[in-house]
């Protein structure tokens, strides 16, 4: 895609501007009566996890793995009598490329804006004073939609580099009986986590498989709220001239989309094969940072 091709899509889906300053993005699609109508998708009472364990070794993938350190009392301190307590400490690079993780709308700068037109200058060094992940401090709560390209390729992963396109969307949902609509979280898996479990970790900072640019006008269309995926949602390498994150620019910038990226749904595709749905409840609860860029999240499917 040339730059004046991207540019021009761009113009196509970003949301109009809102009349006095940024809002809180394409969440605020969700409404009360969306939140109750994804309710009525619990039936079996089945829950699970969507976020992959954290990684706290170096790999190709995570050259600054989390780190997590013991500092209170552990096996050789530990007394006989009297009160202690075990403790430890945890840190971590929150936009990597091993860990799940949510993106704020304060993480894309695009043309020294970020999304709704908001100064990129409210990113500071001490945190964002705007569109950070405090937008979703209450979670983020929904129908979620997993729509599995592997599935429908009839492999079990993509390939580093495979993009996924609109029509590919669409057939999936027509392939699993389900229609994304508005106000949902919709989940696209590539098979990124099972290829790494089976083959091992690999540079996927430069080589991994994700959406093609043209599908946001899928996304834009049924006015979703929130996008994730089992990789980072961009391909790469980036097909798009002077854009190494295309879908990243169009989904956070211009449409106001939470993004989730290095979800894991190796657990949850079985449940929804074996009740043949793939609708759900469910809830994404970041941690409450007030001026972060993002945040480790751990999204709870309920079927």
Same mark, same amino acid.
Not at 136 to 164: H, K, S
Not at 254 to 265: A, E, I, M, P, R
């Given at each position: 895609?040339?730059? *004046?091709?991207?540019?021009?899509?761009?113009? /196509? #889906?970003?949301?109009?501007?809102? &009349?006095?300053?940024?809002?809180?993005? *394409?969440?605020?699609?969700?409404? &009360?009566?969306?939140?109750?109508?994804?309710?009525?998708?619990?039936?079996?009472?089945?829950?699970?996890?969507?976020?992959?364990?954290?990684?706290?070794? $170096?790999? &190709?993938?995570?050259?600054?793995?989390?780190?997590?350190?013991?500092?209170?009392? #552990?096996?050789?301190?530990?007394?006989?009598?009297?009160?202690?307590?075990?403790?430890?400490?945890?840190?971590?690079?929150?936009?990597?490329?091993?860990?799940?993780?949510?993106?704020?709308?304060?993480?894309?700068?695009?043309?020294?804006?970020?999304?709704?037109?908001?100064?990129?200058?409210?990113?500071?060094?001490?945190?964002? $004073?705007?569109?950070?992940?405090?937008? +979703? *401090?209450?979670?983020?709560?929904?129908?979620?939609? !997993?729509?599995?390209?592997?599935?429908?390729?009839?492999?079990?992963? !993509?390939?580093?580099?495979?993009?996924?396109?609109?029509?590919?969307?669409?057939?999936?949902?027509?392939?699993?009986?389900? /229609?994304?609509?508005?106000?949902?979280?919709?989940?696209?898996?590539?098979?990124?986590?099972? /290829?790494?479990?089976?083959?091992?970790?690999?540079?996927?900072?430069?080589?991994?498989?994700?959406?093609?640019?043209?599908?946001?006008?899928?996304? +834009?269309? /049924?006015? #979703?709220?929130?996008?994730?995926?089992?990789?980072?949602?961009?391909?790469?390498?980036?097909?798009?001239?002077? #854009?190494?994150?295309?879908?990243?620019?169009?989904?956070?910038?211009?449409?106001?989309?939470?993004?989730?990226?290095?979800?894991?749904?190796?657990?949850?595709?079985?449940?929804?094969? +074996?009740?043949?749905?793939?609708?759900?409840?469910?809830?994404?609860?970041?941690?409450?940072? &007030?001026?972060?860029?993002?945040?480790?999240?751990?999204?709870? +499917? !309920?079927?």
């Amino acid at each position: 895609m040339s730059a *004046a091709e991207f540019r021009a899509l761009y113009e /196509r #889906v970003r949301r109009p501007p809102t &009349p006095g300053g940024p809002t809180c993005g *394409a969440i605020d699609l969700i409404t &009360p009566a969306h939140v109750a109508a994804a309710a009525r998708e619990v039936r079996s009472g089945r829950h699970v996890s969507l976020a992959a364990p954290v990684e706290t070794n $170096t790999g &190709p993938d995570n050259p600054q793995p989390a780190g997590h350190l013991m500092t209170g009392a #552990v096996e050789g301190t530990i007394g006989d009598s009297g009160l202690q307590f075990a403790r430890d400490h945890f840190d971590m690079n929150v936009h990597g490329d091993a860990d799940s993780h949510i993106d704020a709308l304060c993480h894309v700068i695009y043309e020294g804006t970020l999304h709704d037109g908001a100064s990129a200058s409210s990113v500071k060094a001490d945190g964002a $004073t705007a569109l950070s992940i405090a937008l +979703a *401090a209450d979670g983020i709560v929904g129908r979620g939609v !997993l729509l599995d390209i592997p599935r429908l390729r009839g492999v079990p992963w !993509l390939e580093p580099g495979d993009q996924v396109s609109a029509d590919e969307l669409a057939a999936a949902e027509a392939a699993q009986h389900v /229609r994304v609509g508005e106000g949902d979280l919709l989940f696209v898996r590539v098979g990124h986590r099972r /290829r790494r479990t089976e083959l091992g970790p690999w540079t996927s900072a430069t080589a991994r498989a994700g959406l093609e640019p043209g599908a946001v006008e899928f996304l +834009a269309e /049924r006015r #979703v709220s929130v996008l994730g995926s089992d990789g980072n949602n961009d391909a790469a390498p980036s097909t798009t001239e002077g #854009v190494d994150f295309p879908i990243h620019v169009l989904a956070v910038h211009g449409l106001g989309l939470h993004l989730l990226d290095y979800l894991q749904f190796e657990d949850l595709v079985p449940m929804c094969e +074996a009740e043949d749905r793939w609708s759900f409840l469910c809830v994404i609860a970041p941690l409450r940072l &007030p001026q972060a860029t993002g945040s480790p999240v751990n999204p709870i +499917a !309920l079927l």
